[in-house]
């Protein structure tokens, strides 16, 4: 196999016409290419007059391929290797079933590989199934009627069902490729095996999760939905079990002695039940800001020029960071083209913001998270846990700013950038399906964070003409791109507490549906291995 870099072709194209530009870059016939594979499709856009696609391929020849490789002299073109997963070898002796705790990407992806290995996992994941869930959230988003156990936070599919679905990592482990042929297999779109920017859809991912569901339930797997793990068993350093209690109020027990911490981000409930039974775990820095809405055609204009519109291309999306003069960093982070600011609570009398989009992008308005990284050492305490009661903090103090139901507090640019309150909006429409409220953000979020907002929106409209659109319209607040508490464990993944091991995003190893994916890979791995010295 060849691995061929960056063929070109307008966006008017057809994509047949790669074999031919595959054999130029080698120069040989087109006829000795009997297979060709896209590996990455991105958008060239650094000239707004002359946008273009760029491929990656690799291309498999009949003949000599090394000698081919040899005469082309290409330096975009190197000898190419399949990336083959492989399964460590089933070395678990115990006959108890390892219990997962969260069904997000972690835990699903966790699952789907104990099952694989005959290791019959069970699952408990606090909120409700898909379908159920999907109910639940826009209960809340159309009457502000909010279920604490099932939400945009909680349920099937975990925190990423309700988002865009971005693929985007900045991990480079192999096993990322397994995450997302997984995905592929399970009912996402095809073109996540080569798309630079990735997506599957909020509307879509639904279906794709319930597929890995299913099949993890026919190898002996099994789901229970409505359950939140209340307690663990602990005995001479060990877990010999967990507590549960289901949608009714019972209380049940499980035997086990292996408990995958999967257990998200928002568990805060869980993680303090954890510190309290022993569990270390250590401050991790994290970050705070709002979700600025732009109208979607100013974004395309600014990134596409006149191509923009054009119905290869679809939504544009950007990915921004600055340092501002005074030291302190901002980007944005989770753009949802042509999407929709998401009311994300899952504590009552707070208020949480994220964003999604759908398969189509087809919104009117693109957002993104800005956000600003807090240390630990402006947590305002050194207790493990300071970092959540920030959050709550700044959640409790939005929720009574937006009007004390469930209105999230929204300002404009300019008067963001005026130090002004806002008392009325213009023609950026909020799209926060449980409405907003003028106010001034700067009453809810730390100083030291709406100062570098303030000085990144300028520069970053440098960067993306329109950034600093005096109409757009900052949401708040953004708290939960990542957690604020990292719940240590060793080299062979196990927490303290032998058996149990913190996994994904919740636990601090991870940050978005593929690399929470990947961790729930590496967890699954471990336990298979069962402490082996090779792990």
């Known amino acids: 196999m060849i691995k061929i870099n960056e063929l070109k072709l307008p966006l008017d194209s057809d994509e047949r016409e790669l074999k031919s530009l595959a054999a130029k870059a080698l120069r040989c016939s087109a006829q000795k290419i009997t297979d060709l594979e896209i590996t990455k499709k991105a958008v060239d856009s650094r000239k707004k007059d002359n946008i273009f696609f760029v491929y990656n391929v690799n291309v498999t020849l009949d003949g000599d391929e090394d000698s081919v490789l040899a005469s082309c002299r290409n330096p975009k073109a190197e000898k190419g290797e399949k990336v ?37 996992p069970i699952v408990l994941e606090r909120g409700n199934d898909v379908d159920t869930r999907t109910a639940d959230v826009n209960r809340f988003w159309t009457q502000k009627q909010l279920n604490t156990q099932s939400n945009v936070q909680f349920g099937e599919g975990g925190a990423g069902t309700f988002s865009d679905g971005k693929l985007t990592t900045g991990i480079k482990d192999p096993l990322c490729r397994k995450v997302i042929d997984e995905l592929a297999l399970h009912g996402a779109p095809e073109e996540i095996r080569y798309s630079s920017r990735p997506h599957i859809g909020t509307d879509r991912l639904g279906a794709v999760v319930k597929a890995f569901r299913e099949e993890i339930i026919s190898l002996g797997g099994q789901v229970h939905f409505g359950c939140r793990m209340t307690d663990i068993v602990i005995a001479n350093g060990v877990v010999y079990g967990v507590n549960y209690t289901d949608s ?18 928002s568990a805060r ?26 109208p979607r055609e100013l974004i395309d204009k600014a990134q596409y020029g006149s191509f923009a519109g054009h119905k290869a291309l679809g939504a544009a999306d950007y990915k921004l960071s600055c340092h501002p003069d005074h030291g302190r960093g901002a980007y944005t982070f989770c753009m949802c083209p042509g999407g929709t600011v998401v009311a994300a609570a899952s504590e009552e009398n707070s208020v949480v913001v994220n964003g999604m989009s759908e398969y189509a992008r087809d919104g009117e308005n693109s957002n993104s998270a800005l956000l600003v990284g807090i240390e630990p050492e402006h947590f305002g305490s050194e207790h493990p846990l300071a970092g959540i009661e920030l959050q709550r903090k700044i959640e409790q103090t939005a929720f009574i700013r937006g009007g004390s139901d469930y209105s999230a507090p929204c300002q404009t640019v300019g008067d963001f950038l005026n130090n002004t309150p806002s008392t009325k909006l213009g023609g950026v429409k909020p799209t926060c399906a449980t409405g907003v409220t003028p106010d001034d953000i700067r009453k809810i979020l730390p100083e030291r964070v709406t100062q570098t907002m303030a000085e990144a929106i300028v520069k970053m409209d440098r960067s993306l003409k329109g950034f600093a659109l005096p109409e757009a319209v900052l949401t708040a607040p953004e708290t939960r791109s990542s957690s604020p508490v990292r719940i240590l464990r060793d080299d062979i993944y196990q927490a303290n507490i032998r058996g149990i091991y913190p996994c994904g995003e919740g636990a601090g190893y991870a940050g978005g549906i593929v690399s929470a994916a990947v961790d729930g890979i590496r967890c699954a791995h471990a336990v298979m291995i069962d402490e082996s010295d090779e792990w």
Request: proline share 7%.
């Open 269 to 294: 409930d869980t993680v303090e039940m954890l510190y309290k039974k022993g569990i270390k775990m250590m401050q991790k820095p994290f970050s705070v800001g709002v979700r600025i809405e732009h």
């Open 248 to 265: 009714k109020g019972s209380i049940h027990g499980i035997e086990t002695d292996t408990l995958l911490l999967c257990i998200g981000h």
């Open 84 to 120: 083959v997963y492989c399964a460590p070898p089933l070395r678990r002796t115990s006959k108890l079933p390892p219990v997962i705790a969260g069904f997000g990407p972690a835990g699903f992806f966790a699952a789907l590989i104990l099952a694989r290995a005959g290791l019959k």
